[in-house]
């Protein structure tokens, strides 16, 4: 039976954390992931587990603490935020490279300047080409699940993993769970037993050594190699995961999109809000559908983009300036995905909810309005667009 | 927002215990079987500064993420934002507004705005704070009030469901329990409505 709770999603992360009892955890606090340390620090104390819990004295140190773990053989979590992930950033690359498994809660915050603490995904979007697989979450039950299910599906693969979260509105948002039993998480995970480690006596090895010309580039292609062969991993994961709870995930949802006529493909908590208003339009007769993508890195290409060609106008939010003049990281990997397909929709890009900016019902309202237009003129205006920007001026 | 569930803001200061009392009144509405959401709005991190919290309490699974804009209750822990914040923002209509003051509900609308309508509760929860914790905690009488004008627990199932939680909070320092306690019951019946 599973256990009926209330819990933010920083208490489901750290729940999750003392239910898989990790080797080691190096941490530095940073809001809003902060507390993910804090609880399980007191799980620590109270000897819940046997975690060698590292207090470093900044993110790039919690980074090197765990690639040092991990590369000796343990089984290594932190977790982080904004201008935390971006000072492990020398060390996000060092890790993949070193195909080292390392699971990360990422608690979604907008990267400084202005200096703000509120959730965009500036932060994991800006690691995106990092190496680390990476998956989001609608709520807190999606977080805590995503996590146990992370800690498999990166070490299966050998990469490390981001396991990503909204700042403040999953993290600190108490809501209703189902915890699993202690006894089935650490069964589902099982013991960690990496092939090749520092501390094997018996097979001596080198680790993270220069990567000359001649083989940098063969460790690169590897790399994408053992991307690319995640896909089937966390599929594999997921069916597991789905046995043991009946809770149903894959790289992405698909909500109401069967006979829909206009979608919009989302990340993260605002799936939530875009799907009440899905069923508030879908009440009043009108066809309408949403993609809430979960599994950003790898990225799945081939089957997002044809769950975007039922319809025939798609917008995609972003929650992530590039600064690109041309969009968005999730609409240009969704709009580059429909290139080679017939019958493809239009496809145009919202970026929204920087540094915390609410986005409402109403406002996926006036998306949908926007997209039956474009429908219905068979012309998709500028494709790159703003949603709640307080000032017209900046539109 | 579909009326299936009941929608509360609060406004607090950084330290007073709003988003407290938003976890709480979010913990003792899960006791009794509801799906709840509850959750902070911060804006800078520092003691004193405004802050707001929501609570969404529903009989469903609540898929919005978005802040509460049209609440049907309003709980102002501190008087004094009464002059800077727009508090009766959005109350639905037969929606209330409940105070922490001393002064009386009339006293209270005269400081609103004047098309705001709907009810307005006062609650001196200082005052019965110190009387019954001995120290200002103004939001466990908060907590009583809401949930007295809000209806959205049974009284009683509250009252029992507070003592577990006081219980498993003040696990260390039980002597704080009664008091809190008597803080509860003394607001629900201290409470004016105008």
Not at chain 2, 15 to 37: E, H, P
Not at chain 2, 156 to 174: C, G, L, N, V, Y
Request: a negative charge; glycine letters at 8%.
């Amino acid at each position: 039976m599973a256990i009926r709770d209330r819990l933010s999603g920083n208490e489901a992360i750290a729940t999750a954390m003392r239910q898989i009892n990790p080797d080691v955890m190096g941490a530095f606090p940073i809001t809003p992931s902060t507390e993910i340390p804090q609880y399980f620090s007191g799980y620590i104390a109270n000897g819940k587990v046997d975690t060698v819990f590292v207090p470093v004295e900044s993110e790039h140190g919690a980074m090197s603490t765990c690639i040092g773990a991990s590369a000796a053989g343990a089984r290594a979590v932190t977790a982080t935020s904004s201008a935390g992930l971006a000072f492990m950033w020398e060390l996000l690359y060092v890790a993949a490279s070193m195909r080292l498994p390392i699971t990360m809660a990422v608690v979604n915050r907008a990267l400084t300047g202005p200096i703000n603490i509120n959730c965009d995904h500036s932060d994991s979007m800006g690691a995106r080409d990092s190496g680390w697989l990476q998956i989001y979450a609608e709520t807190n039950q999606e977080a805590y699940d995503n996590f146990i299910q992370g800690v498999l599906i990166s070490e299966e693969c050998r990469l490390p993993i981001m396991i990503c979260q909204d700042g403040f509105i999953t993290s600190h948002g108490v809501s209703n769970i189902e915890l699993i039993e202690d006894e089935k998480v650490k069964e589902f995970v099982g013991e960690y037993e990496p092939e090749n480690y520092l501390l094997n006596a018996e097979n001596p090895l080198a680790v993270g050594p220069y990567g000359i010309s001649p083989y940098y580039m063969e460790v690169k292609r590897k790399q994408a190699q053992a991307m690319k062969d995640s896909m089937p991993v966390i599929m594999d994961v997921a069916k597991k995961f789905y046995d043991m709870t009946g809770r149903k995930y894959g790289f992405f949802e698909e909500y109401k999109m069967d006979d829909a006529e206009v979608a919009i493909v989302v990340i993260g908590s605002s799936a939530g809000t875009g799907k009440e208003a899905v069923d508030r339009l879908r009440a009043e007769g009108q066809k309408v559908g949403l993609i809430k993508l979960r599994v950003f890195r790898p990225f799945p290409r081939i089957p997002l983009a044809e769950a975007m060609c039922k319809v025939k106008a798609v917008a995609v939010m972003d929650r992530a300036e590039s600064f690109s003049n041309s969009g968005g990281p999730l609409f240009n990997e969704c709009r580059s995905s429909l290139y080679d397909l017939d019958n493809k929709p239009y496809c145009i890009n919202y970026i929204y909810g920087l540094g915390g900016r609410d986005i409402q019902v109403e406002d996926f309202y006036e998306i949908y309005k926007d997209l039956f237009v474009i429908y219905e003129n068979d012309d998709p205006g500028d494709v790159y667009r703003y949603m709640g920007v307080r000032d017209s001026r900046f539109l | 927002m579909k009326r299936d569930g009941v929608e509360i803001r609060w406004h607090g200061r950084g330290g007073q215990g709003a988003k407290t009392a938003c976890l709480l009144l979010a913990d003792v509405a899960f006791n009794s079987g509801k799906y709840v959401q509850g959750f902070p709005e911060y804006g800078p991190e520092r003691m004193g500064a405004p802050i707001t919290a929501y609570n969404r309490i529903m009989d469903r699974p609540c898929n919005v993420h978005s802040n509460i804009y049209f609440p049907d209750y309003v709980a102002v822990v501190d008087e004094t934002l009464l002059k800077t914040v727009d508090v009766t923002s959005g109350i639905k209509e037969g929606g209330a507004l409940v105070v922490n003051t001393s002064k009386s509900p009339d006293e209270i609308r005269k400081m609103l705005p004047e098309d705001y309508k709907e009810s307005v509760y006062c609650i001196d929860a200082q005052k019965v704070s110190m009387e019954t914790i001995g120290k200002n905690f103004p939001n466990t009488p908060m907590l009583a009030a809401v949930v007295k004008v809000s209806r959205v627990i049974d009284e009683q199932q509250f009252i029992h469901d507070m003592r577990e939680s006081f219980e498993h909070k003040f696990a260390t320092k039980p002597q704080v329990i009664e008091g809190n306690m008597k803080a509860l019951q003394v607001a629900m019946k201290e409470i004016v409505a105008g």
